[in-house]
């Protein structure tokens, strides 16, 4: 259970009123990066069931121009994530950002229920990438710097549940109001949400950031080397730990996979099931269903080991692709494949997470913000690349083509999670070495 107590920086505050508490409260914080993530999350989702629609029948587009709208998000999430961490390390400051994210967020899906050209939609979706690069930077380096790092598989995965929320509501909501309210109604009600989170931001106190103040664990400094245990962590230094590295492949392979798909589902239910937006909505649904056990994932992430965790959820998703890419007789009957392919996901990225959290703490703090904008960095690359590669194996080869390609990539690439030095100290002490 997230502690409801105050944060060891408030033993030198005097104890205020109920509502002071709360304000400073890890439940508070917790609730209000769970309540982040979900507003971010509905708001991507809700345009799956629509944007492709609104670009293929009504701009007469084709699935290239669908990938590469898609992929607009990512590279305003790539181009802000390291700024907002950066700038949120350097003055210790987590709301400011955060608030300036959900204010971006409430102007970019405005913009998207008034554009009606296809440049208006790229800089509406570049913009609503912008914005996620502080709800997601800033909001899971706000836990780390609250929670115990060995609690943050535990609470990491059951503040994302939040995030699995938004997008199980989301493309259903969008297909929904879509459908029945016109093309700017879902539009209309995200930003509503966006509005609701900013004032939740303003509520919360900042807080503490003596968490920082750790000197580096010996296991990742060098004993010989006196300058390098107080060398500044960066993010260029971050990418020279293995674990690091490995962490920011993965990541970067299974968004790949996971995001190409949401332009291309759409697509392929319209085209084989003649299935209309609402339905679309609902078939994503069952994709995200199986996200909710992210919070157990989490926890036997931390109790199993998370490289193995992750591995077997590429693995998954590597077998779940093909599967997805079946004709079946009617659109529900995609809906079990569907399950596994979402299942998939959480199994892969949630151990990530406090991973790259555990290192920063061993190292010594002070770069949460930069290490989880490598995350979204990685995640945001993976979201650029696997739109826009999807849309052209679509246009030129098919739905089939695309899934298989998926499988064999993430076949291919699943031993990046294997620990590969603690396989060879094993094999070389084997030898009596």
Same mark, same amino acid.
């Given at each position: ?7 060891s920086?408030? #033993? ?10 709360a304000?400073?409260? /890890?439940?508070?914080?917790?609730? &209000? ?9 509905? *708001? ?11 670009i ?14 898609? @992929? ?31 204010? @971006?967020l ?25 914005a996620?690069?502080?709800?997601? #930077? ?17 609470v ?6 939040? %995030? *699995? ?9 969008g ?12 539009? +209309? ?6 509005? $609701?989170n ?10 503490? /950031?003596?968490? %920082?103040t ?11 080397d ?15 730990n293995?674990r690091? $590295? ?18 291309? $589902?759409?697509? %392929? ?13 609902l ?13 157990l994932?989490? /926890? ?26 079946? %004709? ?10 569907l ?7 959480? $199994?892969?990225?949630?151990?990530? +997470? ?8 061993e190292l ?15 995640y ?5 690349? @696997?739109p826009?590669?999807?849309g052209?194996?679509? *246009? ?7 899934m298989?390609?998926f499988?064999? &990539? ?8 294997m ?15």
């Open positions: 259970m997230l502690s409801t107590g105050p944060t920086a408030d #033993t030198t505050v005097p104890v205020g009123s109920w509502w002071s508490r304000r400073r409260s /890890h439940l508070g914080v917790a609730a &209000v990066v769970a309540l982040t993530l979900f507003t971010d999350m509905l *708001t991507y989702g809700a345009v799956l069931p629509v944007l492709p629609t609104l293929i029948k009504k701009l007469k587009g084709d699935s290239s121009m669908v990938g590469f709208l898609f @992929g607009c998000y990512a590279f305003g999430l790539l181009v802000a994530t390291p700024v907002f961490a950066i700038l949120s390390d350097k003055y210790q400051n987590r709301r400011l950002p955060m608030m300036a994210g959900c204010l @971006g409430m102007a970019s899906t405005l913009s998207f229920a008034a554009a009606e050209t296809y440049p208006l939609l790229v800089v509406a979706r570049v913009a609503q990438g912008v996620g690069g502080a709800s997601w #930077t800033i909001g899971l380096g706000l836990l780390a710097d609250v929670f115990p790092t060995k609690r943050l598989g535990v990491m995965g059951t503040v994302l549940t939040a %995030h *699995t929320v938004g997008f199980a509501i989301g493309p259903a909501m297909g929904f109001l879509y459908e029945y309210g016109g093309y700017s109604a879902p539009f +209309l009600c995200c930003a509503a949400f966006a509005l $609701l900013f004032f939740a931001i303003v509520w919360i106190a900042e807080p503490p /950031h003596d968490k %920082h750790k000197k580096p664990t010996q296991k990742y400094t060098q004993p010989d006196d300058d390098a245990k107080q060398a500044p962590i960066t993010i260029w230094s971050l990418c020279k293995w690091i $590295l490995c962490c920011v492949l993965c990541t970067t392979v299974s968004s790949s996979v996971f995001s190409g798909i949401e332009p291309a $589902l759409p697509i %392929h239910l319209e085209k084989t099931y003649d299935a209309s937006a609402s339905t679309v909505g078939v994503f649904v069952a994709m995200v269903v199986p996200a909710f056990l992210a919070p994932i989490g /926890h036997l992430s931390d109790r199993i080991g998370r490289y193995v965790i992750s591995a077997t959820g590429m693995l998954v998703m590597a077998v779940a692709s093909p599967l997805v890419a079946v %004709h079946y007789p009617t659109v529900y009957m995609i809906i079990p494949a399950m596994v392919f979402g299942f998939s996901s959480p $199994l892969t990225l949630t151990p990530i +997470l406090p991973e790259m959290g555990e290192v920063v703490d010594g703090g002070s770069a949460y913000a930069q290490v989880y904008a490598l995350y979204n960095m990685a945001s690359a993976g979201m650029f690349f @696997g826009n590669c999807a052209l194996i679509m *246009t030129y080869a098919g739905f089939e083509a695309l298989i390609t499988g064999v &990539v993430l076949v291919v690439c699943s031993p990046i999670m620990d590969w030095k603690a396989v060879w100290r094993r094999l070389v002490g084997g030898r009596g070495c």
